[in-house]
């Protein structure tokens, strides 16, 4: 019979490994529908650039809290995968990091600054964004093929950054949709139709290359009966996709109807992708390195940190959803007085 302590060192670590994933997730689908604005901001004049601003103005600083969670739980909960993985992502890591403190003196900044300096912090705000995109995507296309830094990881880590960067754009032409009237929502309406082809690109990309990088994803996801289980993952995203498409074909609609249809959609897209990552390498948090049992602090130091984790993690998720229930309408142009 199992004690309490092997109880708990068996739970402590999957616990852990479940609030990383979902703050990840939840930073994916949060920031990277903000992240995709910045991306598309240089499409339009000042003054639609300043709605597009707007709409994200009250949620892009709290979106990047699940980031530093993310990141935070990897450190103190799993402190042999987090040196292994950052010390082989480390340049994606600094270009990521700059390009988020670019993106925020930008933000802050443009709203002051005279008309004449406007434009170049717009085009700085716009260079954060896509470099913390890009740098997103290298690192996942890298992590998904075991951390290879051969000149074939290097190839797909751009492959899959350009794709990311794409995804992002999409989900942030899908807010854009939901938040936005007349001429700037017949743009990203049209943004989402050119956009949507890249994001299934990465994907299906990503789709591939997990179960080529290793001999055991592939027996996870071609093994009888495994994939019969299975199946419903890549059919489902597979719908989605198409009704994704025929939706974007035609917004937006007289009324303003099912505006917030394809955020929600894309956001279930992510979300199954982020599934069948999860079920490809678990056990595994360093792909064929380290399992979590592994990578996990002592039993100990979890159960403190999990009892921090319940006390800080319904407060940011009671914060995010106040946030957007509060600025819920449609966007306007962002003002400090």
């Known amino acids: 019979m199992m004690t309490i302590e092997q109880m708990l060192a068996d739970w402590l670590p999957l616990a852990f490994v479940g609030l990383m994933g979902l703050s990840i997730l939840i930073y994916v689908v949060l920031d990277g529908f903000d992240l995709g604005v910045g991306i598309l901001s240089p499409l339009v004049n000042e003054g639609e650039r300043d709605i597009m601003i707007g709409s994200i103005g009250p949620f892009w600083d709290a979106n990047e809290t ?85 000149l074939s990881g290097f190839a797909f880590g751009l492959l899959t950054g350009v794709c990311l960067a794409a995804a992002y754009a999409f989900i942030g032409a899908t807010w854009l949709l939901a938040k936005t009237e007349g001429v700037l929502q017949l743009a990203a309406a049209q943004w989402a139709r050119r956009l949507i082809l890249p994001m299934a690109l990465g994907m299906v990309a990503i789709s591939i290359a997990s179960p080529l990088a290793s001999d055991e994803i592939f027996a996870k996801w071609f093994r009888l009966p495994e994939a019969l289980y299975l199946a419903p993952i890549p059919l489902m995203a ?78 940011i998720l009671g914060y995010t959803v106040f946030a957007y229930r509060v600025f819920g309408g449609k966007a306007t142009v962002l003002r400090y007085e």
Not at 120 to 137: C, I, K, P, R, V
């Open 238 to 315: 597979g719908g989605l996709f198409v009704l994704l498409f025929l939706l974007v074909r035609d917004m937006p609609f007289t009324g303003d109807r099912l505006r917030w249809a394809p955020f929600g959609i894309t956001a279930a897209i992510f979300i199954l992708g982020f599934v069948g990552l999860a079920y490809s390498f678990f056990p595994y948090i360093v792909p064929g390195q380290l399992t979590i049992w592994q990578a996990a602090a002592s039993r100990d130091a979890l159960l403190i940190i999990l009892y921090g984790a319940v006390f800080v993690l319904p407060i």
């Open 66 to 150: 699940w980031l530093v969670l993310a990141v935070g739980l990897l450190l103190v909960a799993f402190p042999a995968a987090h040196g292994t993985i950052l010390t082989a992502l480390y340049l994606p890591t600094l270009l990521l990091l700059i390009g988020l403190i670019l993106r925020g003196v930008a933000f802050e900044f443009r709203a002051k600054a005279p008309s004449a300096r406007k434009r170049t912090w717009d085009m700085t705000f716009f260079a954060g964004s896509a470099m913390s995109a890009l740098a997103q995507g290298y690192m996942l296309g890298v992590y998904v093929i075991g951390l290879d830094q051969s």
